[in-house]
T-cell receptor
């Protein structure tokens, strides 16, 4: 089956610093990648949708200047949390899909802790 | 009102029991429906798609009622390994978006 990787799997950073999370589709070309966030005991919430080569579409309430998304190739999307604060501490998960299928493949997630 | 609503549980059942989860969705334009399983601190994994005609995969049976905007999942002969959170997931089907909308999940604990 399709494999999606995320790096890093966990990261601890200080308040005010920026953190970049990578999402890669390893054995297929992902025309669309999605970024989700999950707080403890809550469900996954979609943050943004990115199509290769175009600007990401952000969900209401998600600050595009704080969560920078780049989808420069069909196998890589990055999420950069800029000027991170403790309230940004969460589990960030990406998923990748293709235009011709509804199926999405999830990465293993990145656990971010901001101190 | 949430777009996808589930009973959060937890459902504590003995091994071998049959358990059913329900889910309702609010957007009548929703087109695709799924059940995902999420283990603690892991990514969600697709369990099965849900079709109006109902579908079965081993011990798991999923059903969709479009008129009532209701989805169900039945697990027969529960195993300890079934313990997880089960997520009801809907796709609205907007062209080019296909983002998944997740319910908050129902936690299942199967006990020996």
């Amino acid at each position: 089956g399709a494999v999606v990787s995320q790096h890093p799997s966990w990261v601890i950073c200080k308040s005010g610093t920026s953190v970049k999370i990578e999402c890669r589709s390893l054995d297929f070309q992902a025309t669309t990648m999605f970024w989700y966030r999950q707080f403890p005991k809550q469900s996954l919430m979609l943050m943004a949708t990115s199509n290769e080569g175009s600007k990401a579409t952000y969900e209401q309430g998600v600050e595009k200047d704080k969560f920078l998304i780049n989808h420069a190739s069909l196998t890589l999307s990055t999420l950069t949390v800029t000027s991170a604060h403790p309230e940004d501490s969460s589990f960030y998960i990406c998923s990748a899909g293709t235009f011709y299928s509804y199926e999405q493949y999830f990465g293993p997630g990145t656990r971010l802790t901001v101190t | 009102r949430k777009e996808v609503e589930q009973d959060p549980g937890p459902f504590n059942v003995p091994e071998g029991a049959t358990v059913a989860f329900n889910c309702t969705y609010s957007n009548s334009a929703s087109q695709s429906f799924f059940w995902y399983r999420q283990d603690c601190r892991k990514e969600p994994k697709l369990l099965m798609s849900v079709y109006s005609s109902g579908n079965e995969d081993g011990r798991f049976t999923a059903q969709l009622n479009r008129a009532s905007q209701y989805i169900s999942l039945l697990i027969r002969d529960s195993k300890l390994s079934d313990s997880a959170t089960y997520l009801c997931v809907v796709i609205k089907g907007d062209t080019g978006r296909r983002a998944l909308t997740f319910g908050s999940g129902t936690r299942l604990q199967v006990q020996p």
